[in-house]
């Protein structure tokens, strides 16, 4: 246990990094190797295994079985559903092994959720508040507030900020926000909601 570092570690984790915000709680067989930055408040789930050279932010969830690799960066409140993988190398060989210059970056930005099992190409951005189907293949960037699944993953809609499928007016039924489609901008709450 890590209690006296300020977050909690099971006794079978190996957390390796110096860098874990306090009030992260990490779960037994999970994998936090050195280099790799955890925000607080944190939970990173069983057989998770974070690479040095990933980030993730405050309140970041983390289930089991999930491979964050080497230049993934993670905003604050996101939710990676149980086997999420993430890739950082476009054109792996073993013969031509790559270095950490070859690989491209990965950003899932602040609050979006990524289903169970699906995988995350490199190179890309998810967008704010997005929402990412179970099982799905995302090969290119999904803007803020899109609702994508499939393979390749393929927008179908629009999330509210609570999780909920915006309305073909653009409202939420749950919380009753409203959000404009603006050119150039994309998904926004409505002057009245903000």
């Not at 984790?13 to 306090?22: C, M, P, R, Y």
């Not at 179908?156 to 050119?183: I, K, M, Q």
Request: net charge negative; with cysteine; hydrophobic share 40%.
């Amino acid at each position: 246990m890590s209690a006296d570092r300020g977050f909690f570690a099971h006794e079978a984790a190996l957390v390796e990094s110096d860098q874990v915000g306090e009030g992260t709680q990490v779960w037994a067989f999970a994998h936090i190797m050195k280099g790799a930055v955890v925000g607080s408040n944190c939970k990173i789930g069983d057989h998770a295994f974070i690479e040095s050279g990933a980030s993730l932010g405050d309140r970041v969830t983390v289930k089991n079985g999930c491979l964050i690799w080497h230049g993934v960066h993670i905003a604050d409140d996101v939710f990676v559903g149980p086997n999420v993988v993430f890739t950082n190398d476009l054109r792996p060989r073993v013969r031509y092994q790559t270095t950490s210059e070859d690989w491209l970056e990965t950003h899932v930005a602040e609050a979006a959720s990524l289903g169970a099992n699906s995988t995350i190409m490199c190179g890309i951005r998810i967008g704010r508040n997005a929402l990412v189907g179970a099982g799905s293949v995302v090969t290119r960037d999904v803007d803020d507030h899109a609702i994508v699944r499939g393979n390749p993953a393929r927008w179908v809609g629009w999330a509210c900020e609570c999780g909920f499928t915006l309305d073909e007016g653009l409202s939420c039924p749950n919380c009753s926000r409203t959000y404009d489609d603006r050119p150039g901008v994309g998904l926004v709450a409505s002057l009245d909601d903000s």
